[in-house]
């Protein structure tokens, strides 16, 4: 994660794609909307120089505090770690990478590369939406609550030992906004100036229409970078050396496709901020790629991979029984998150005419039995999921209350009545996979919306055969899929399971060339422009928009104006649970499952602080090798 704070976009099972970044950087404001950065931070007094930001109450460590609770201040230094990308963003991918840069939507990027940038703020993993001094070494608020100031540091220098001055921030702002990956960009062109009065000062002013979330992405959410490095060079080509960075460590050795390594700068200039202070611990982090993920498992077995995260069950249960974990070489673990759970789910097309109508949708979504997968694929490892706010306060309970039918009756006419009453809960099944009566209501559903059932087949109002393909880019969740097909097959539904490779399911979801696809929403925990990006009208068509069901209602985008314009954390959970009522009504998605745990292999060479993260593990950041483990090459033994 840039600058540190956790978030979880890890996947809950095998095949999903993830489809929210590491912060909450996207497009879209509605011209007239009070939008929550000018009237944000209320507890900010303007023009004072701060230690940290934070968009609702106060923030957990003060101006004088020696580091996270979360670290260990003296882990020692050394060894290695030898890992897979779990969590990615922008243009990144698990299984393979074309080019080192991170931050374009050009090629595939490199794992990690956010380890070599430094950013003005740095995140907290044991609060929400809360960022501390890091390059720069205070932020200050004006007057017209749109400016925002950032001091920086007279030690924060690049890694060749040149300082980093305001006019390389400017440079990084304005390239990233003009040349970068979209959802980094969308958000950044909610800024109006960027200037440098001087060396260490950085001035960026917001459109009154900007969000919260641009705030965030300014401080926390773009690399810093050298200016002088990029000169001459093109920004969105593809880049095949380490560009010039100033974070916690630099690229090292790497193949593209195939490895990159990261070496830790010794004594850099940020090691003792009490926002570094205990972390980045390992001389070295590796990232490998795999294209199979039986291969990758054979090499944590081999001890080539040092640390995995499992997220399929079956593996879990079944796999992690070899020598070395019955002999405790290899450690198991599962340890709580906090996180909020993100949503997975099928998400329908419904670009497509046939699941434009949601009784359509909602007697596809019937024969999906969460019961029977999860106990016959699953070990029943996991929770039912129905919405995008698991493990929150914003998921939808019982009837709208007074404040929610206020923001709902006004689009009474265009939303269905089950936005009015309790919100949809998927049925339960006894786990046998005997559904008939869930098949008999689906068949009934689809009569309603003018289905017709000939030779045994069901046929659209159109004519055509009901068909479904699931799309995806790995033969690991092929049978949950199964499961679900089998189902829908039963009565008369054409459905199929496709399996392609990374490049074309990319192009294909890029391209909404799909008609179902798992994949996975986090919800932001604050007002972000972000969730414009998932379910907003403009991002509907947009290609590679994270809009991928195809969302457009005016009822979600007068919602989405709210979430984005909360003026209190109030305001900011009704509107949410209103969204929420609204996407369960209308069945875009069928939801799948969560699990607040996370499932954590290693080779016992490390070490970690006594207290954990609550969001994330922080393996990379706040682990530690043993120094019993560490030989005489200085790396992990």
């Known amino acids: 994660m840039m600058g540190g704070a956790s978030r979880r976009d890890f996947l809950k099972a095998t095949g999903a794609t993830a489809v929210a970044p590491f912060l909450p950087t996207f497009a879209g404001a509605l011209a007239g909307v009070p939008l929550l950065a000018r009237e944000a931070f209320a507890q900010v007094a303007a ?196 560009p010039l960075g100033s974070g916690p460590y630099k690229v090292g050795r790497f193949n593209l496709g195939t490895f990159i390594e990261f070496d830790r700068i010794v004594d850099g200039w940020a090691a003792d901020l009490p926002v570094m202070r205990g972390r980045f611990n390992f001389d070295r982090i590796r990232y490998d790629y795999f294209r199979d993920r039986n291969a990758s498992f054979e090499a944590f077995k081999a001890g080539i991979i040092l640390f995995r995260e499992e997220f399929t069950s079956r593996n879990w249960a079944n796999d992690y029984n070899f020598p070395a974990i019955r002999d405790g070489r290899v450690k198991t673990d599962e340890v709580p998150d906090e996180t909020p759970s993100a949503g997975q789910a099928w998400f329908f097309n419904t670009r497509r005419p046939k699941f434009s109508d949601a009784r359509v949708r909602k007697a596809i979504a019937l024969l999906f039995d969460f019961e029977w997968t999860n106990k016959n694929i699953m070990f029943n490892s996991f929770e039912r999921s129905m919405s995008f706010y698991e493990m929150t306060e914003h998921k939808a309970q019982g009837r709208p209350d007074a404040e929610e039918l206020a923001l709902l009756e006004p689009f009474r006419e265009s939303l269905p009545e089950a936005v009015f009453a309790e919100p949809f809960v998927p049925p339960v099944s006894d786990g046998s996979g005997r559904i008939r009566e869930r098949q008999r209501d689906a068949i009934a559903m689809l009569e309603t919306a003018g289905c017709t059932r000939q030779g045994g087949k069901i046929v659209l109002p159109s004519g055509e055969p009901l068909t479904i393909e699931f799309l995806n880019n790995s033969q690991t969740f092929e049978p949950h899929h199964n499961a679900f097909i089998r189902n829908l097959q039963q009565i008369g539904i054409d459905a199929s399971y496709r399996l392609v490779d990374a490049s074309q399911y990319s192009l294909r979801t890029r391209q909404f060339d799909f008609d179902m696809i798992v994949a996975r929403h986090s919800m932001a925990p604050y007002p972000s422009r972000g969730i414009r990006q998932s379910f907003g009208s403009e991002s509907a068509n947009a290609p590679g928009s994270l809009n991928m069901a195809g969302v457009a209602h005016p009822a979600v985008d007068a919602l989405l104006d709210r979430i984005v314009a909360a003026k209190s954390w109030e305001e900011f959970r009704t509107a949410n649970r209103a969204l929420d009522r609204i996407l369960r009504a209308e069945h875009y998605y069928v939801f799948q499952w969560y699990k607040p745990t996370r499932w954590l292999a290693y080779w016992d060479h490390y070490d970690r602080p006594p207290v954990a993260q609550r969001f994330g593990i922080g393996v990379l950041d706040t682990w530690w090798t043993r120094p019993d483990r560490i030989d005489a090459t200085g790396m992990t033994g």
């Open 47 to 242: 023009e004072t120089p701060l230690h940290g930001i934070s968009p609702f109450g106060e923030l957990k460590y003060g101006p004088d505090f020696a580091h996270f609770d979360y670290v260990d201040p003296a882990a020692p230094k050394g060894g290695r770690i030898v890992t897979q990308l779990a969590q990615w963003s922008l243009n990144q991918a698990p299984d393979t990478f074309d080019t080192l840069n991170a931050y374009v939507l050009r090629g595939t990027g490199a794992a990690g590369m956010d380890l070599t940038f430094a950013t003005l703020l740095a995140g907290s993993a044991d609060e929400m939406g809360a960022y501390y001094a890091y390059a720069a070494e205070t932020v200050t608020l004006g007057e017209d609550r749109l400016t925002w100031r950032f001091r920086l540091r007279p030690q924060a220098v690049f890694h060749d030992g040149t300082p980093i001055t305001a006019d390389d921030v400017v440079f990084s702002l304005e390239t990233l906004r003009d040349e970068g990956h979209a959802n980094l960009a969308s958000t950044l062109r909610q800024i109006e100036a960027i200037e440098a009065p001087d060396d260490r000062t950085i001035s960026v002013r917001l459109s009154p229409l900007a969000g919260i979330s641009t705030v965030f992405t300014v401080a926390a959410g773009c690399p810093i970078m050298s200016r002088a490095w990029w000169e001459g060079r093109t920004f969105d080509a593809t880049l095949s050396e380490g």
